[in-house]
């Protein structure tokens, strides 16, 4: 039985505020210091709505074609309506299946502050692919666009058990338009009322451990298996504020307009959602890439952000609705380098680019290419070529690196800061996931020798600013996606007329890369690249935006002593270059 003190410190309790105070920490001496809290950029919901309750959060137009505009304080109760729901269930794994919509939105905040964690899937991804990252995360409901239900019939039928949460995107938050994911919110809120009103004080919103996992990202086409990145509460916090610095969020007065071009299920939205939260910016919300649509929007709500990768920026460039816009727009340029000539072409449009770099392991970009003051003096295309280096390190994190590649594992050895030296892209400090989630492994491979390896070949500059020229693992990104080759291969082969498969990257107008395919035929059998071109869209398992735009069919691919297939070779091949071997 407690003491009298215990008890009369609990009745106390009660008397006291409800909003959160600083976390206390023991010191050495045993006393506790109040200038240290937990960072988990869940609390930038709630703290938007309390600063300015009436600036908007959500610009949206809906499935059913209607305008949506909401509140900080509509979107802070929805999140804390969805956290009590979500809290008085005991979920602590929810999947999210939604195109850039509220109910994404409102999710990613509501999950984190009923002490779960987040798995934003891909929904471009096969059935099959997306059955596997909700089995693996372990996922106990799923929160589901209606759109997308067919995607996880298989899932469902593999486990019945796991329930559902259907988003119909209305809207309507009561009434016959809305859907389960408005009455889950609803019940929440009922919740709450019905056991005290504790509101945000009962949940979540600073985290007591700042090193707990809130989202797992998953990766999609650099391996075989898709990996789990481990997004933790503080790395989150700082990516956050690094995107409001690196971004300029915080420029515009009133607030800056943030269009969602970028989904928000990559590297959970590059750590955006929080960071526009913090400015109390407003989200214009987009279900799906629509040039004329973007571009209503910049011209007649006056958006100052948005994010997208090169080939994204080149379609819109290319609309027919495109023209200088009297205000500038910062424009984060990602997932793939950029060409020259691009930021050449967005900046006729007032687009001006801000060059970022980074991976789903670095929470999304934590890299950036800083204009400096004297590249103005510089000739046209020498001063665009440097905007389209990767750059340096973000302002939270600690500076990105080159390293040797040939050396044993665990050693780190910086190349020279010449511009010629080819290395290996590495990177340390806050911006770094916690791991692959029950992939032990692969996350020490990930940390070998103390730093996050990329992947990515690059030279270092003498400036400090890195360039990628080549990815390791031969990795293709098109149209923001990262294709494996070593996974393209390996489906290809499932071929019944193929007996061998190299996959480089070709240059691709639209999407930046796509995928060429050379291959070898089992002996007796005929086979056209048509052929396996049309196989590989109607009849396999390969993802739509893996599927090759070329295949040939050579006599024998080039391998080396030990039966691997020169791959630099098959990039001379795609490029019409000697094909002996």
Not at 15 to 29: G, K
Not at 111 to 128: E, F, M, P, S
Not at 269 to 290: E, H, M, Q
């Amino acid at each position: 039985m407690s003491g009298p003190k215990s008890r009369l410190a609990r009745i106390a309790s009660h008397f006291l505020p409800a909003s959160p105070v600083p976390e206390q920490v023991t010191t050495d001496t045993g006393a506790h210091r109040f200038n240290h809290h937990s960072l988990s950029p869940t609390f930038f919901l709630q703290r938007a709505a309390e600063i300015e309750p009436n600036a908007e959060a959500i610009y949206h137009i809906t499935a059913n074609g209607q305008l949506l505009r909401r509140s900080y304080q509509e979107a802070a109760d929805r999140a804390r309506g969805l956290a009590y729901y979500i809290k008085q269930h005991g979920w602590k794994r929810v999947g999210i299946l939604c195109p850039n919509t509220p109910a994404h939105y409102e999710s990613i905040f509501g999950i984190a502050a009923a002490g779960a964690i987040q798995v934003a899937v891909n929904y471009r991804l096969k059935a099959t692919d997306i059955t596997y990252i909700l089995a693996h995360a372990d996922v106990e409901v799923i929160i589901v666009d209606a759109e997308f239900l067919p995607l996880i019939e298989k899932y469902r039928g593999e486990h019945p058990a796991v329930p559902i949460i259907v988003d119909t995107d209305t809207d309507a938050s009561e009434g016959q338009l809305c859907g389960p994911f408005d009455d889950a919110i609803r019940e929440g809120l009922l919740h709450d009322r019905q056991n005290g009103s504790q509101g945000w004080s009962g949940l979540n919103a600073q985290v007591a451990d700042e090193e707990d996992v809130i989202a797992l990202s998953y990766t999609s086409g650099t391996t075989a298996r898709p990996k789990g990145v481990e997004l933790t509460h503080r790395g989150c916090y700082l990516g956050a504020l690094a995107c409001v610095i690196e971004s300029g969020l915080n420029a515009h007065s009133p607030r800056s307009r943030f269009l969602w071009t970028l989904p928000m299920f990559h590297a959970a939205g590059w750590t955006f959602p929080w960071a526009v939260a913090s400015v109390r910016a407003t989200n214009y919300c987009l279900r799906k890439i629509d040039y004329p649509e973007i571009w209503r929007l910049l011209k007649e709500e006056h958006i100052t952000h948005f994010n997208a990768a090169p080939t994204v920026n080149i379609l819109l460039c290319a609309a027919k609705e495109a023209e200088h816009l009297p205000s500038p727009v910062r424009v984060t340029v990602a997932a793939s380098p950029p060409t020259p000539h691009l930021f050449q072409r967005m900046m006729e449009l007032n687009l001006h680019p801000v060059h970022m770099y980074g991976m789903t392991e670095t929470y999304g970009p934590t890299c950036k290419s800083y204009h400096l003051e004297e590249w103005q003096n510089l000739p046209r295309l020498e001063k665009f070529s440097k905007m389209a280096r990767q750059g340096q390190g973000y302002i939270t994190s600690l500076p990105v690196r080159v390293v040797k590649r040939d050396t044993p594992e665990g050693v780190i050895l910086d190349v020279q800061r010449n511009g010629k030296e080819i290395g290996e892209v590495v990177f340390t400090g806050n911006i770094c996931a916690k791991g692959y989630y029950k992939d032990p492994e692969a996350t020490r491979k990930l940390f070998a020798g103390g730093v996050l390896h990329s992947g990515d070949l690059a030279v270092w500059h003498p400036d400090g600013a890195i360039q990628i020229l080549d990815r390791a693992k031969d990795i293709i990104i098109s149209g923001g996606e990262n294709i494996s080759s070593v996974a393209l291969e390996s489906m290809l082969a499932t071929h019944p007329d193929i007996l061998e498969a190299g996959v480089v990257a070709v240059a691709d107008s639209h999407w930046g890369e796509r995928p060429k395919a050379f291959i070898t035929v089992q002996t007796g059998k005929q086979v056209k690249g048509d052929d396996v071109i049309s196989w590989a869209k109607h009849q396999s398992a390969i993802s739509k935006f893996m599927v090759p735009r070329e295949v040939e069919v050579v006599k024998e691919l080039p391998k080396t002593s030990t039966g691997k297939v020169k791959k630099h070779v098959l990039r001379e091949w795609a490029k019409g270059g000697d094909r002996s071997i």
